[in-house]
């Protein structure tokens, strides 16, 4: 029973020690696993940046005039030349309703993942596995993904490498290490989700957010912000992109 039980401590540590940020920073020259390398000569990006970059600002978009009821008065508080490219975007989506007149007509509004399907032709969701012990992942629920698309993005606290993040690395399968360093804790309970809130509300200006926390909740704004759920083996290869 002792041996059985020490064998399975083993395992889940052979699994989780690379996430472990201490145990990290230990073996980082003597493990390849805890590093990318990727010579000059191999280019492994999937999508440009600027192809991400369209690809998000046509799903915020979306969700902005979708959700224009509940922006409108925020909008009246901003500089008139950033106002303007806010009532732009709504001409364009609908060009014989004025602004006003928009913020009364409007009476249905989608759900966020209807919102993502209607502009990039799929939707994803959390949800939990069906397989036994697989936990929750990310999973397709309406239509077809073209390759090479954007599916989500990773939410979380960005730390740099100098920045001290031991206590949030105990126990936490949700810290990605970039490339360079950089360290995205994208979990959504216990001590990160209280260090991202606290971060976002130290850089709120006003009525204005800086950051989107509704990924903490179960009612969450932005679709694609389910990146961290993405189940992957530790050799898989992800795309990220900081914008």
């Not at 490219?85 to 006003?100: F, G």
């Not at 929750?136 to 920045?163: C, D, H, I, N």
Request: some cysteine; overall charge positive; charged content about 25%.
């Amino acid at each position: 029973m002792p041996g059985r039980l020490l064998r399975g401590l083993w395992q889940r540590w052979r699994r989780y020690k690379y996430r472990f940020v201490p145990w990290i920073a230990l073996n980082l020259n003597r493990n390849p696993r805890t590093l990318r390398y990727v010579p000059e000569e191999s280019k492994d990006k999937v999508i440009s940046d600027e192809d991400v970059l369209g690809t998000l600002l046509k799903v915020f978009q979306a969700l902005f005039i979708n959700d224009f009821n509940k922006q409108s008065d925020i909008l009246t508080m901003l500089p008139e030349t950033v106002k303007s490219k806010y009532h732009d975007l709504l001409s364009v989506q609908h060009p014989r309703v004025k602004p006003l007149e928009y913020r009364h007509e409007q009476q249905n509004t989608f759900k966020p993942e209807e919102i993502l399907y209607k502009t990039l032709g799929f939707s994803v969701a959390r949800a939990t596995s069906s397989l036994i012990s697989a936990g929750k992942g990310v999973f397709v629920t309406r239509g077809l993904v073209p390759k090479g698309a954007v599916v989500s993005m990773y939410p979380g606290t960005v730390y740099q490498k100098y920045e001290p993040i031991f206590f949030q690395s105990v126990g936490n399968p949700f810290i990605f290490r970039c490339l360079d360093g950089v360290l995205i804790d994208g979990n959504d309970k216990g001590i990160s989700k209280v260090v991202y809130r606290s971060c976002n509300g130290r850089d709120r200006l006003g009525p204005f957010k800086m950051s989107d926390s509704t990924w903490l909740t179960s009612e969450i704004c932005n679709p694609l912000a389910v990146g961290q759920y993405v189940n992957n083996c530790s050799n898989a290869h992800f795309d990220v992109s900081f914008l």
